[in-house]
């Protein structure tokens, strides 16, 4: 098939795991980076472990700067994977160079970084993607791929299906999806389960799940999260590897005495001892968490069309109180009574 062209903002570990897959397979990638990240991936290559086997990869280009790496151009697209609260100063990092920008995919989690970027570069500039594949980076320029599941893209931009093609040559179990509103709401909730709750009470997803109290909060966040894609008209849909019909029938139509023993095993047994992210991001003194930009987007969205989400707003605000030193990380841990209490 045609090479397609991409430019990666940042090799962080799904860019990282996404353009090294397509580099391999052929397609023409290249990354801007921070300087220093740039040279040292410039001399080493990415490495990239995938079925118990790791493959060198050196055919790309990396360049320290958007400006430099805008100018090796021109580009099918540019792929965004940051964090969410980094899309707004990467996105003017791009327009200040001057140069003409490429549609931007975005690969990232939440459901309002698509609006930034319409609002920035236009609505026709703007593709919508999800990961549920989970990725490890051990180093820089190193990822090892967890658990493949897939990814998937909305088909409403013209080169949606380009992208398609280009994932599933690169063997990364692409599905192309009608409208990308249900694709990335579905993909929210499954962000949601137990992310904030296991960050506030240091308590792994299984533990959660399993215990009574905690159970109902992660249930109730759940719900609040489907009355509000009801309301914006969208129903969930299946991601690649990722049931998110079974989740919803689990958590709205299922007994308690059979939901949560799957909902026990299906989200906290395959996990191991790994934390989600907001877990990594809080107790590893990073200072923020996403939690704005994902249980947050419930408050903000659900505000807008009357439904109520008071489960998820005390998890917002009780996680960025936390992130921001307000409160002490004690107050909560191992303590679901004292978080109860707030609700």
């Not at 023409?28 to 493959?55: C, F, K, M, N, W």
């Not at 090892?144 to 990364?172: C, S």
């Not at 709750?197 to 909060?217: C, H, K, N, Q």
């Not at 966040?221 to 969208?234: H, P, Q």
Request: glycine letters at 12%; a negative charge; proline letters at 7%.
């Amino acid at each position: 098939m045609p090479e397609l062209r991409l430019l990666f903002l940042g090799a962080g570990a799904i860019g990282t795991y996404v353009g090294g897959s397509l580099a391999a397979a052929g397609h023409h990638v290249t990354y801007s980076e921070q300087p220093d990240a740039a040279a040292a991936i410039a001399e080493q290559g990415l490495r990239l472990t995938r079925d118990d086997r790791t493959t060198p990869v050196r055919d790309f280009a990396i360049f320290g700067s958007a400006a430099e790496a805008l100018a090796a151009g021109p580009y099918d697209a540019c792929v965004v994977a940051l964090k969410s609260f980094d899309t707004g100063p990467a996105l003017d990092g791009l327009l200040a160079t001057g140069a003409d920008l490429p549609p931007v995919l975005s690969l990232q989690n939440g459901v309002d970084n698509e609006p930034l970027i319409a609002a920035k570069l236009g609505a026709d500039r703007v593709i919508t993607g999800t990961v549920t594949t989970a990725v490890g980076k051990p180093g820089i320029g190193q990822v090892i791929e967890e658990k493949r599941r897939g990814i998937g893209i909305a088909l409403d931009h013209p080169l949606g299906q380009r992208l398609v093609d280009a994932l599933n040559d690169a063997q990364l179990n692409a599905v192309g999806y009608p409208e990308p509103g249900p694709m990335k709401w579905s993909k929210l909730l499954t962000n949601l389960t137990g992310n904030a709750t296991s960050a506030i009470l240091d308590e792994p997803v299984g533990a959660l799940f399993a215990d009574r109290r905690t159970y109902g909060i992660e249930i109730a966040v759940l719900r609040e999260c489907l009355a509000v894609m009801a309301a914006l008209g969208y129903r969930p849909v299946d991601l690649p590897g990722t049931p998110v019909r079974a989740l919803a029938l689990a958590a709205t139509r299922l007994p308690r005495f059979l939901a949560q023993p799957a909902l026990t095993k299906a989200l906290g047994g395959g996990r191991g001892d790994k934390m989600p992210s907001f877990h990594i991001d809080l107790h590893s003194g990073r200072g923020r968490t996403e939690v704005s930009y994902l249980n947050g987007a419930v408050v903000r969205h659900g505000e807008a069309h009357g439904v109520p989400t008071p489960v998820n707003r005390v998890l917002t605000d009780t996680l960025e109180a936390l992130s921001a030193g307000t409160q002490s990380l004690d107050t909560y841990r191992h303590n679901p009574d004292a978080l109860l209490a707030l609700l």
